[in-house]
């Protein structure tokens, strides 16, 4: 499948095909042929801007997708669409602070908001018992990040949904082995899992929601200590709490609650 540099249309290689400066084009139409070879140059630059508009609308299509699927499964829940916006920054943070190449850190900026999409599985009286969940209701609640996998897909093409798979995956996962799905131990938990792992945890605490006050900040800073080892991995626990203002003032900026 090519583009018509002249008009735009979608033809195919076959179509009128010429060869200009080594680079093949094609073309709807004999006319259209003959209008670039007059001024290949001025339809060239057409080319060129016709992709970059259709990388934007690309790429505003990604995100607005990725935000769409993000307040689906929060809809269901408790959760507020300022937690899905601030778990973008606090994990991009985090995995700049943890020193990840842009690469992975863009990645886990635009993948962490899908990190609870398989709530949307989870019947909505689990979800929202105000009270503490019987071992049953415990057990549905905790299959929550396989069918976000699931609804995330298999044999995924694009780095994008392979990290959303895999921080759907592994973001309930302790550092000591007694987290869940797969209670997975140390480092065979993915980094990005471990980072939203902290993050999501840190952002609930400090979160007033309808079942539970904000906790104080010593509070929350207590726990991250205590739990370092234990639950969060103790590098990431280290750093989070050596920059601390930094999550914090993420929390305020976003937070509109
Ligand atoms: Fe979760
Ligand atoms: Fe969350």
Request: net charge negative; glycine share 6%; aromatic share 8%.
């Amino acid at each position: 499948m090519m583009i018509d540099p002249v008009c735009g249309m979608v033809v195919s290689s076959e179509d009128y095909p010429t060869k200009h400066k080594n680079v093949l084009y094609a073309f709807c139409s004999d006319l259209c042929k003959q209008s670039f070879l007059q001024h290949p140059d001025i339809y060239i630059d057409m080319q060129i801007s016709r992709i970059q508009d259709r990388n934007k609308e690309l790429e505003l299509v990604r995100s607005e997708t990725i935000q769409c699927l993000s307040r689906a499964a929060e809809y269901k829940d408790n959760e507020t669409g300022e937690h899905i916006a601030r778990m973008a920054r606090h994990c991009k943070r985090l995995a700049m602070i943890y020193g990840l190449d842009m690469r992975h850190v863009q990645l886990i900026e635009m993948a962490s908001p899908m990190h609870d999409i398989g709530k949307i599985g989870i019947p909505g009286y689990i979800l929202l018992k105000e009270g503490p969940l019987d071992a049953n209701e415990r057990c549905v609640m905790q299959q929550h990040p396989e069918i976000g996998a699931k609804i995330i897909g298999e044999n995924l093409q694009s780095e994008l949904m392979n990290m959303a798979s895999s921080i759907s995956l592994s973001h309930h996962e302790k550092w000591d082995g007694t987290g869940y799905p797969k209670g997975l131990k140390g480092e065979l938990i993915p980094i990005q899992g471990r980072i939203v792992g902290i993050c999501d945890v840190f952002d609930a605490l400090i979160s007033k929601r309808p079942y539970k006050p904000a906790w104080p900040i010593d509070k929350i800073k207590n726990l991250i200590s205590q739990q370092t080892g234990k639950h969060f991995d103790p590098i990431l626990a280290t750093l989070f709490l050596e920059n601390f203002a930094d999550f914090l003032s993420i929390y305020n900026c976003c937070n509109k609650a």
